[in-house]
């Protein structure tokens, strides 16, 4: 056997492969594949943005006594920057002025991802930076958070680093 055809004395039988599947059935296929992916990509964005905004709330370093701050905090997933799943910014104590910030705030920043898939986890009141400067955890545990859980859900599915 030489090259894929069998020698018989000095000439060779060739055979031809033709495909019967169309282009058409191969791209669908292919694009199936991918829109799975993403599917998966986003659910568990979902499921680390809950547990990000369950880590924040629980575990935030600080004396609230409005309840502003820990109403801003809350996630969004978007898509090519449409929104496919936000976080209600439920309000905790009386504070729904924190509530409003954070879905502001979020909603601004969903305009700087216009493409790919992304999650984006917020604090929206204005002094949460400084809250945070002073060394009180805001976001800062969500972060870490983050930063082991996606890289462990691309892993999972088959995604390298670089």
């Known amino acids: 056997m030489v090259g894929g055809c069998r020698c018989v004395t000095n000439s060779c039988l060739i055979m031809s492969i ?8 191969i ?3 292919i694009t199936n594949l991918v829109q799975r992916k993403e599917q998966v990509i986003i659910r568990n964005l979902c499921y680390v943005g809950e547990k990000c ?4 709330r629980t575990n935030g370093g600080y004396y609230d006594q409005t309840g502003n701050l820990r109403s801003s905090i809350g996630y969004v997933v978007v898509v090519d920057g449409n929104v496919i799943q936000m976080s209600s910014f439920s309000t905790v104590k ?3 002025q ?7 705030f979020v909603k601004q ?10 999650l984006i986890v917020v604090a929206g009141m204005n002094y949460a ?4 400067a002073k060394g009180y955890n805001v976001l800062d545990s969500s972060e870490l958070l983050a930063e082991k ?9 088959g995604f390298r680093r670089k």
């Open 18 to 25: 033709t495909r019967l599947t169309p282009d058409s059935h």
């Open 27 to 29: 791209d669908n296929y």
């Open 53 to 56: 905004l369950n880590e924040a």
């Open 94 to 96: 009386q504070g729904k």
């Open 98 to 104: 924190g509530a409003s910030d954070g879905q502001e």
């Open 109 to 118: 920043l969903i305009s700087k991802f216009p493409k790919g898939i992304c």
């Open 129 to 132: 930076s400084y809250v945070s």
């Open 149 to 157: 859980l996606v890289p462990q859900m691309l892993s999972k599915l």
